[in-house]
Structure formats: structure tokens, C-alpha cells
């Protein structure tokens, strides 16, 4: 395990944002929209590109969690924000400092035929269910998994309902080193079973389930029904769909597209809902949106959403780079991250479908982070710049808060990159060798 860092002050991630309590940034407040369920109606779509146009700077993330943020908004402005998204049902969920949203969806759930549960219907019970919980904390998440070909993949949930059979539903808890697996439950007992838990959750007063000493875990199991609690490892979600394609039945198909870093604006989600069709979006986990269109359109679809810049195919040199805003627009970041990831990315086009050797096994190629933090991927990557007073500490095999191997200017770092991808040479640890201390 690759040593850690001591992060500098200040360098703590601020708490939850909503509408009613946005949260300040290097560009202004950011407000966060939790769509229920991650859908959006076409009116509700424009609503927030107008929202971010008019109250905000036209700057929208897609969040990991499948929700919406506008930036740049002000005091001023966020009232009006706040008003004008509720006329068009976006408001927020509760007041009481909750989580706004509590569950994370396949965005393709009630769509395929080969889901064993109605995870739609499951989601709205567990979000009723949660609202009911007085003192849960901002950042619960309930993973639901209707047991079809495409999932949530690995994603770092507190509780995990996962289809296993018609009607047969596991329950899961997150652990120190991973899910756990708790038992099984008829899906109709799910919802009860799991607002015990949330409930016990709210009282025993920690900010995750991971961080749960294990007594505290196993009184969590035993109220949802699990005693004794013998727990075992939970196998993960299937990996979500990629980018690209996704044949449904009835002559329809969906098309998956993401957004940059998690990057949009006010203009291109306006192009998403020009595009849609009259069911609207699901936004994804993967910081991307699903469009439901008759499989005689997707095809122009996906070139038109490529021409708008967003990212439709699977081998999109993009998706192999986490990046977060960075410098200006956050305030602990002093280096254009965004700006920087884009060119990365470029430079590791060569490489597309090679890899990159690194004793570690991990979902993103590349992050470039601001700071320390690490906010767009808190896990390893094969390599991590993590910005520091305008330039990079290069960590290799690491979180953004490990010990970095040394320290370059961008364009250092650029040219290497692109020297080995000339080479055709992905391994990291030769990249970097003549600056490793």
C-alpha cells in the first residue's frame, strides 16, 4: 500500500450541496439537483440548462453519483435557481440535512427484460423509505442491482440490494475491505428490512457504513433481520454499459453516452434534449446520460452527440482519464484540470487498447487532480497528478494522498506520456524512471 501524504489545510472536502444549501467553490456556489431516480423529463432538462444559464456561469457537472450540478450560481442568484427548478419538479427532497437521494440505479433499469426484480419500484420504496429516517447522514447510499447483463460495477455504496433470483433479493452492507453479503430476502421484505437498518444506521451516528467499528456493523445486520451476522464477501454489480449502443426489446435500443470529466454546459445539455426522445434521460454513475430511442435513430443519435463533443464509443481515449474541475473553478485546485486531462488523453489515444502496466488493478488509466483530495477518483490509478502550487506530484500506482515518486511541471509530464506512446511502451514505471527519487 503506497505510503500517505499529509494533506494540506483546507483540504477537506465541504459538506453536501442541494438547492437550498449550495456550496461555495473557486467559481462561485455550486448547487446540486438530485433528479429522482437519475430521470429527467425534457422540460425538466431545459429547466436546468436555462437554470444554469440565467443563475449560474453555463457550467454543469454530471456527477458520479448520477446527479446534476450548475455552477457559478451567487447568493443572489440562488434563490431563483432553487424556484425555478421546483416548478419543474426538481426540488429538493428533504430539508433535515439527508441525503437528497439515497439510491444508485443502473441507468437501463425496468428496461431490460433479464432484470429479475422492478428495480424502479424498489428504488421509490427504499427513497420513501429513507425519508422517513430522521438523522441519516448526507451521503448514505443504497446500490440497487436488478440481476441483468449490465450494473453499477464496483461502486462504494453503504447498503446493496442485489437481485439473485425473481423476487429473491440480497442484502448487503459495505465493510472495511469491501460489500459484504448478509443474506437473502423475499424482494417484498427488502424495503422493511432496510429502513430498520437505516434507521439503526441514523442512531448509531457514523458519516458511512464502512466506517463502522464491527459491532456497530453487526447491530446494523441484526436489525434488518441478520442474527448471528456472519457475513461474506458481496461479488460486485456487474460493470456498467459502456459507451456505445444497447439493443432493448420492441425495436428500440438505448444509447449511453458521458460527458467529458463529468463536464457539460448549458448549450450541449439543451442538445441532449433536443435529441431525446418524449421519455427524456437517465443520467449514469458514469457521469453520462441514457437516451431510449427506436433503434432505427440511435445511429444518427451517436453521431450527433459525438459532434457535440460527448463521449459515445467504448474506445474513447477520454474515458481512460478521471479529472475534476480544477483551478479556477475549485478553490483548493491551482492547475486547469480539465484543460490538462484533455491533452493526456489525446496523448494516450496510442495506447488505446494496450493498457497501461501497473502493479495494481484499476478502473481509470490516468487521474488528474487538483489537490490531494481526489474527488473525481478517490481510489489507485496507474498514474495520478495531483496539482500542487501550478505544477503535478506524479504518484504511480497510487490514491491522489499517497506519497508522490516526484514532481513535474505539466508539460514535463506530457512529453514523457507522449514518448512512450510513440515507443509504444505503457508501462509506467519506465516512463517515470530517470525522475523516481
Not at 164 to 188: D, H, I, K, N, Q
Request: with cysteine; aromatic share 4%; proline share 10%.
Amino acid at each position: 500500500m503506497s505510503p500517505r501524504r499529509t494533506l494540506p489545510e483546507g483540504a477537506r472536502r465541504g459538506w453536501c450541496p442541494s438547492l437550498a444549501r449550495p456550496m461555495p467553490t473557486g467559481d462561485g456556489l455550486l448547487a446540486r439537483i438530485h433528479p429522482p431516480l437519475g430521470h429527467l423529463t425534457l422540460t425538466q432538462m431545459r429547466a436546468v440548462a436555462e437554470g444554469a444559464r440565467r443563475h449560474g456561469n453555463g457550467h454543469i457537472d454530471v456527477t458520479a453519483r448520477g446527479n446534476l450540478q450548475i455552477r457559478g450560481v451567487s447568493d443572489a442568484s440562488a434563490p431563483h435557481l432553487a424556484c425555478a427548478l421546483a416548478e419543474a419538479g426538481l426540488s429538493d427532497s428533504r430539508d433535515d440535512g439527508g441525503p437528497q437521494r439515497l439510491t444508485l440505479t443502473d441507468p437501463l433499469a425496468g428496461l431490460d427484460p433479464a432484470e429479475r426484480i422492478d428495480v424502479p419500484a424498489l428504488a421509490r420504496a427504499v427513497e420513501a423509505a429513507g425519508r422517513a429516517v430522521p438523522g441519516l447522514p448526507p451521503k448514505t447510499l443504497v446500490a440497487i442491482d436488478g440481476g441483468g447483463p449490465h450494473g453499477l460495477g464496483a461502486v462504494e455504496a453503504d447498503f446493496f440490494l442485489f437481485a439473485e433470483a425473481p423476487g429473491r433479493v440480497v442484502f448487503g452492507l459495505a465493510g472495511e475491505s469491501g460489500p459484504l453479503r448478509c443474506g437473502v430476502l423475499p424482494e417484498r421484505q427488502a424495503v422493511g428490512a432496510l429502513g430498520l437498518a437505516l434507521a439503526a444506521f441514523a442512531e448509531i451516528g457514523g458519516r458511512r457504513i464502512r466506517d463502522l467499528e464491527p459491532r456497530q456493523r453487526a447491530v446494523v445486520a441484526a436489525v434488518a433481520g441478520f442474527f448471528p451476522f456472519e457475513p461474506t464477501p458481496l461479488a460486485p454489480s456487474p460493470a456498467p454499459a459502456a459507451p456505445g449502443l444497447v439493443t432493448l426489446s420492441g425495436e428500440r435500443a438505448a444509447l449511453l453516452i458521458q460527458a467529458p470529466f463529468g463536464r457539460c454546459t448549458a448549450d450541449r445539455l439543451e442538445r441532449v434534449a433536443a435529441l431525446a426522445g418524449p421519455d427524456g434521460v437517465r443520467l449514469s454513475a458514469e457521469r453520462g446520460f441514457a437516451l431510449v430511442a427506436p433503434a432505427s435513430r440511435t445511429a444518427a443519435l451517436q453521431a450527433e452527440l459525438a459532434a457535440a463533443g460527448f463521449i459515445v464509443t467504448p474506445d474513447d481515449p477520454r474515458r481512460r482519464v478521471a479529472a475534476c474541475p480544477g483551478a479556477p473553478a475549485c478553490r483548493s485546485g491551482t492547475t486547469p484540470v480539465p484543460d490538462h486531462a484533455a491533452r493526456l488523453a489525446q496523448a494516450l489515444a496510442p495506447l488505446a487498447g494496450r493498457g497501461l502496466s501497473a502493479p495494481i488493478a484499476a478502473p481509470v488509466t490516468v487521474h488528474v487532480s487538483g489537490c490531494a483530495k481526489g474527488c473525481a477518483h478517490p481510489g489507485p490509478a496507474d498514474l495520478t497528478l495531483v496539482g500542487r502550487d501550478g505544477a503535478y506530484d506524479v504518484v504511480l500506482a497510487g490514491p491522489p494522498s499517497a506519497e508522490p515518486a516526484t514532481r513535474l511541471a505539466f508539460e514535463a509530464a506530457l512529453d514523457r506520456i507522449r514518448k512512450a506512446a510513440a515507443a509504444g511502451r505503457p508501462a509506467l514505471d519506465s516512463v517515470f524512471q530517470d525522475d523516481v527519487r
